[in-house]
């Protein structure tokens, strides 16, 4: 069994920083892609940022410039370094990996359980 756990998120004024981490843990054999996603309230799950495991990058316009996602292969996790945030990025936060299980070799997509960012004066 795999799991992703999230950390990181919480309060913090417009302008402000957060960082975000996500830990893959359990039968995980490799990782390939991992990825942010966000979802407001009343909107669909979007892509925020996604990396490679050769670590290239892929940014959504709205936060090109502001967010940045690094991985720490050795560590099995993705981070998420959120600058000049804007209370439109207020959301539930989800990271997501391509993981091939040790156990079952199988390859699939497995979602960590999100964690709030909230952007507030």
């Known amino acids: 069994q795999v799991q992703l756990v999230e950390s990181g998120g919480g309060l913090v004024q417009p302008g402000g920083s957060l960082r975000l981490s996500c830990a893959a843990s359990g039968s995980v054999f490799s990782i390939y892609d991992m990825g942010w996603y966000r979802q407001a309230p009343g909107q669909q799950r979007e892509l925020v940022a996604s990396i490679t495991s050769g670590g290239n990058t892929n940014y959504a316009d709205s936060v090109k410039d502001r967010f940045t996602t690094s991985r720490d292969n050795a560590k099995n996790t993705v981070y998420l370094q959120m600058n000049s945030l804007e209370p439109e990025d207020t959301a539930v936060y989800y990271c997501?990996?391509?993981?091939?299980?040790?156990?079952?070799?199988?390859?699939?997509?497995?979602w960590g359980q999100g964690t709030q960012v909230t952007v507030s004066s």
């Open positions: 997501n990996a391509d993981v091939r299980d040790s156990l079952t070799v199988r390859r699939r997509t497995y």
